[in-house]
Each structure stands twice: as C-alpha cells, then as structure tokens.
C-alpha cells in the first residue's frame, strides 16, 4: 500500500537516434517524484521554460538630434518603454544612453536588459537571458508599438528584430503523441530538449541516466558545437500555476555550458513510486520457487485514480507461460488500478501460468488475490510509505510427519517437517437415545440394549454429542483403593531410595575417620 520514493531506474543506452534510451521505459512524467521525496503532480500545461542561449537583438545606430519615446511608441515584451527626459546635448550617443536607461528600468517587467553594442557607441544591443519570471511576459525579445523613427533605429515593428530562444515545455496528460514542446513521458521531453540544444550546438546531447537525472552534454567539439548559455524557470499563465517543484529539480543545468571535456550539466534525480514483495510458489514435486513483484506507479488522475504496473520474475530455469525471449523468466505488462479513495479497482492479469523447468506438472497456474474490488482488504493506494503489511500463499513443500494430535471434535491431526498441519482422520462418537438404558460390561464399557435404542453415530461436539478430550483420565475411571494402594508402594520406594542414600553417608563418615 501507499508509495515509496525509490530511483527511477530505465535502461538509458545510446542507439542510432542521438540521445535515444535501447530498451527504455519512457515514464508518465506527471506520476514522478524529486530528489527529496516530493511528488511533481503535474497538471496540464504546467511545466517549465527552457532556453539554450540568450535572446539578443541590436538595432542600427542611434541619431542625434532631439527624441521623445511615448506611450505605445516602443513596446518591449508587452511593455512601453518611455524616456524619463529628452537627452540635453542630443549627441547619437546620449540619445543611445537615454533609450538604454528607459529600457533597464522596465527589466523586471520585460526580462530585457540593454546595452550599447560594443565597439559601436550608438547602438543599441537588447538582451534577455530567459531568468526573470515565469510568464512569457518576461521571456525572449518581442517587439511592437509605432516606433518613433530615429530613435530606435533597426529595432522596428514588423518582428524582424524579435529573437525567441525561450520555450515553454508544457505537461499534456491527453495526448499520446505530444506536439511540439509539450510532453507526457520522460522521452517525450528529452527529445523536445534535444531539438532545441542541437539548434544551439549541433553536436550536444540530452540523455537521462540511470538514475533518473537528465544530462545536457556539449563534450563533443565537432562541426557546429557551441557555447550555450542554459535557463530554466517556473512556468505560469493565466490559467495555470507554477509548479513548485518540477522546474527547480532542473535548475541545476542552468549556467554557462561551453564545448570540450567535461562540459555536461545534470539535473537532479528523479525518482518513481515503486514497491517490491515476493511470494513462494511451490509446483508439483514440493520445489519452491520465489516470485518478485516488482510495483510502479505509471499514471495518475485528479478524477479516477492512479495507475501501478507490476513486473514478475521468477528465478530460472522456470519460465512465465506468454513472457517475451530472451528473459523469460520475467513477465512484464500487469496493470493493478486504484480509484480516488485508494481502494484497488481492478488486476490485469489476475493469475500467471509459469513452467517449472524440473520435471514437474507445468504450466501451473497461479491465481493473484490482491484484495476485494472497491474495498480495503488488500491493495491499497494511499499516501504513505510503501509496505508489505500481509501476505499468505497455500502452496507448499513436501514434509514428513511428525507427530499427531487430536482435538475436541475427534480430528487426528498431523503436524509435518515443513511446518503445516493437517486433518488426517476423525474418530466417530455414538450418541443413544436412552443412555440410561445401555448395559455394563465391566471395565467401564457398555453395551447396546434394547432398552437404549440404536447408536447415532456422527462427530463429536454436535448433534447433542460431548467434546472429545485427549490425553485426560475421567474421574468415573479411577479405582481410588488400586491408586491408594500404588501411591503406597511409590512412596515406599521413595523412602528405601533415601535410606540408601543415608547409609552411603554414614558409610564415608566411618572411613573418614578411621583415618583420623
């Protein structure tokens, strides 16, 4: 029950498609944990942005002579970028410095920052390196308004002089192949990743490792590498929040990334809700065989529930009946489901077939009970550790027997060497109709009569019949006088028994002092 932060484990090796995972399980992104055990819960549409350089965009030179910058005039990102005062002296270099400053009083609302374009004194070079904020309001370089003419020279209105190098990569739940730059998997926003770093440095790659991190790596210093400059931010709109814990596990990888040995950036970890138990199951010779089952959460909804793949494997040479080759010997592909209030819904499969591989009977089929749909009996899915709480198989080894005993209601039963117990027979009892009417026979026995009707005969403890009692002696069975007359002769032998052990004493205290 519940959910266990544990690492996130595919196999990630590189094939013929850059970056690509042979043999990975792309895993539901919205289902995943960070480093510290937090659950992403992502919804759709949140998500991140990412950007693998700066946005930049430098305008012609700047005029001199007088200049205003009205509202509506210049528009950066959304916003009017106006002068504080018309410059005094109206040089091309003091109008540059004035629209410069006008700009860099408006960063925290736009994410712009300007500058002069070095060598040149009267251009001007806009800059955004995609760190500020959360809304597209303060991401990339987007310009608009009338432009006033001289003023802002090359930076016109026409989105010419725009540079988008930010993107937002947005969680979609719905869709099985997701458009561009949204994702649903982990493979999904690798690759969304990598389109955009190997626009930046044609040789970078972006691979998730073993444990879950993902590597942004710019090692190589072939044809079109290239120096990146990496952001990564919170994602928000009008409709959705910023997700407070998947953007900063990939914050890590934001930074100046050059080309050559060493240059990789890593994320942090990102982890699965797994759990892992195992069973015995014994085939037809009494050989045990021990089942791992391996749980994985792989899908979640706000409405309906979540989703748990589990995975069996089962110690070789058996093998699950339908497994794929060459690992036959473990079964992928069941789905256990939970709905909102965290009781199990539904197991597919139920049962497995597996085939010895010693001799014995095969296949054998193995029913799976994880509980009572739509209640609490089993499974569980509730926000907590993960645990095995219970577990119970009928299956077992072969053993010897070793002893028997029986009970109130006349069963023999064997215990056995592998620790079971079994009914191995039943002892009848009689009841009469007038047990008052049956005959002495002496020795404590009786005798049908006529008078005490036929015997019923059934099991002890019911029908009116009495409880059978091992190992006991009935008071009406006793002869006090031949018992009295035992206990005597026990207690006579005690005494003789002492006596002899007094005269031995006496025996040695002679000959000790004969010595003296």
């Keep these: 029950s519940g959910s266990q932060v544990t690492q996130f484990s595919p196999t990630y090796a590189l094939d013929a498609v850059a970056g690509a995972g042979v043999g990975e399980i792309p895993e539901d992104m919205g289902v995943l944990f960070d480093s510290t055990g937090r659950a992403f819960d992502l919804q759709n549409g949140q998500g991140m942005w990412v950007g693998f350089r700066d946005a930049t965009s430098a305008g012609a030179a700047v005029a001199a002579g007088s200049i205003t910058l009205n509202v509506g005039d210049f528009i950066l990102n959304g916003t009017s970028i106006t002068l504080a005062a018309t410059p005094a002296t109206n040089t091309a270099t003091d109008n540059a ?86 994702f649903r998997t982990t493979e999904d926003l690798r690759e969304a990743l990598m389109l955009e770093a190997t626009a930046v440095s044609a040789t970078a790659l972006v691979t998730v490792a073993a444990d879950g991190k993902f590597e942004v790596d710019n090692t190589s210093t072939g044809v079109g590498s290239a120096a990146m400059n990496i952001s990564v931010t919170g994602l928000s709109t009008a409709t959705v929040n910023d997700n407070n814990f998947f953007a900063p596990n990939f914050q890590s990888i934001q930074g100046t990334l050059n080309t050559g040995a060493g240059q990789i950036r890593r994320s942090q970890p990102i982890n699965a809700a797994t759990h892992t138990s195992s069973l015995d199951v014994f085939d037809s010779l009494g050989s045990k065989h021990t089942v791992t089952i391996d749980f994985r959460k792989t899908q979640q909804t706000t409405s309906t529930g979540s989703v748990w793949d589990y995975t069996l494997t089962i110690p070789q040479p058996a093998a699950f009946v339908g497994a794929a080759a060459p690992d036959t010997n473990i079964l992928r592909g069941g789905t256990v489901s939970f709905n909102s209030d965290g009781a199990i819904v539904g197991v597919n499969p139920g049962s497995f077939d597996f085939i010895p591989g010693n001799g014995s009977a095969s296949p054998q089929t193995i029913d799976l009970d994880f509980g009572t749909y739509n209640s609490f009996d089993g499974l569980t899915s509730f926000d907590s550790p993960s645990a095995t709480s219970g577990l119970s198989q009928d299956g077992y080894p072969g053993g010897d027997l070793l002893g028997i005993r029986i009970d109130q209601s006349g069963t023999l039963i064997g215990s056995f060497s592998n620790g079971r117990s079994f009914g191995l027979a039943q002892i009848a009892m009689a009841k009469f109709v007038n047990n008052e009417g049956l005959a002495a026979d002496g020795g404590n026995v009786y005798l049908q009569s006529a008078n005490s009707g036929d015997p019923i005969i059934g099991t002890a403890a019911t029908g009116g019949r009495g409880f059978i009692q091992s190992a006991a002696l009935e008071a009406s069975n006793v ?22 052990i007094t005269t031995s004493d006496n025996l040695l205290e002679t000959l000790i002092g004969l010595k003296r």
């Design 479 to 500: 002869d006090l006088s031949r018992s009295l007359t035992q206990l005597i002769i026990i207690q006579r032998g005690y005494q003789a028994n002492g006596k002899t």
């Design 97 to 182: 410095l004035a629209i410069i400053n006008a700009i860099n009083n408006a960063t925290a609302n736009t994410g712009i920052t300007a500058g002069l374009n070095a060598p040149a004194t009267d251009q001007i070079l806009l800059t955004n390196n995609n760190r500020t904020g959360t809304t597209a309001a303060t991401k990339n370089i987007t310009i608009t308004g009338t432009a006033a003419g001289q003023a802002i020279t090359g930076l016109n209105t026409a989105g010419a002089d725009d540079d988008i190098s930010a993107y937002e990569y947005t969680y979609d739940a719905v869709n099985g192949v997701p458009a561009l730059h949204t």
